[in-house]
């Protein structure tokens, strides 16, 4: 089954501890992007990877870090994380063409404490 | 700066009403509008899009409308039903694929039985 999947799907953390999401998707896109979501703000993108070892900032980067050393993994790794990151983090991943479907995970519901 | 206003904010409408989203762009780069359907605990999924070169577009009870001289664009749903209660974002971007996706802040769109 194609899909993007997302780990831990719920976390509760304290401030300051690092800690990463990991985002897999198993359809060979060459795009693959985070966004967070909170309420009254939509979606915003944090970081977007056209292809691995390519990494660019998105809307809202500070505080955020990424990384892309296979095609299929794109983690999101809080390297201090404060209470303002508490949010809903979605991964998504397209194939880089102009077919523009972006295919996103279930989610991953953050609180930093 | 937002770049994609929608509204309203929330939305009741009864079965088998019409129920009607709106958004407005700034950027006259963006080529692609997407709509994504959001249902709660799950990741947004595309529901329908449009490229400026046509007016409407249907699937189904679904319809994007476009306006590009307004640079405006908007999603009716006929026939509303209680199953279409989720929340919708309009999102807009450009350049064929490199670009990701700038959402709209979401609509809650609630029908009633």
């Known amino acids: 089954e194609a899909q993007v999947t997302q780990n831990p799907r719920y976390l509760i953390t304290v401030t300051g501890k690092k800690l990463t999401v990991t985002c897999s998707q198993n359809?060979?896109?060459?795009?693959m992007s985070w966004y967070r979501q909170d309420p009254g703000l939509g979606l915003r993108q944090i970081y977007y990877?056209?292809?691995?070892?390519?990494?660019d900032k998105g809307d809202v980067p500070e505080g955020y870090k990424v990384s892309r050393k296979e095609k299929r993994n794109f983690p999101l790794i809080l390297e201090s994380p404060s209470p303002n990151q508490t949010s809903l983090y979605f991964c998504?991943?397209?194939?880089?063409?102009?077919?523009?479907?972006?295919?996103f995970g279930p989610g991953t519901r953050l609180l930093v404490l | 700066q937002q770049q994609v206003k929608q509204s309203p904010q929330s939305l009741i409408v009864q079965k088998g009403g019409i129920s009607i989203i709106n958004c407005a762009y700034e950027n006259t780069a963006f080529d692609y509008f997407p709509w994504y359907q959001q249902f709660p605990g799950k990741g947004p999924a595309l529901l329908i899009a449009?490229?400026?070169?046509?007016s409407e577009k249907k699937e189904g009870r679904f319809t994007i409308s476009f306006n590009k001289s307004a640079k405006q664009f908007s999603l009716h749903i006929m026939d509303s039903q209680p199953g279409d209660s989720a929340t919708y974002f309009c999102?807009?971007?450009?350049?064929?694929?490199?670009?990701?996706?700038?959402f709209g802040k979401g609509t809650h769109l609630i029908i009633q039985p």
């Open positions: 449009i490229r400026p070169d046509v």
């Open positions: 990877s056209m292809n691995v070892e390519v990494t």
């Open positions: 998504a991943s397209k194939v880089r063409t102009a077919e523009e479907t972006q295919y």
């Open positions: 359809m060979n896109h060459e795009y």
């Open positions: 999102a807009a971007s450009r350049g064929g694929g490199a670009d990701g996706l700038t």
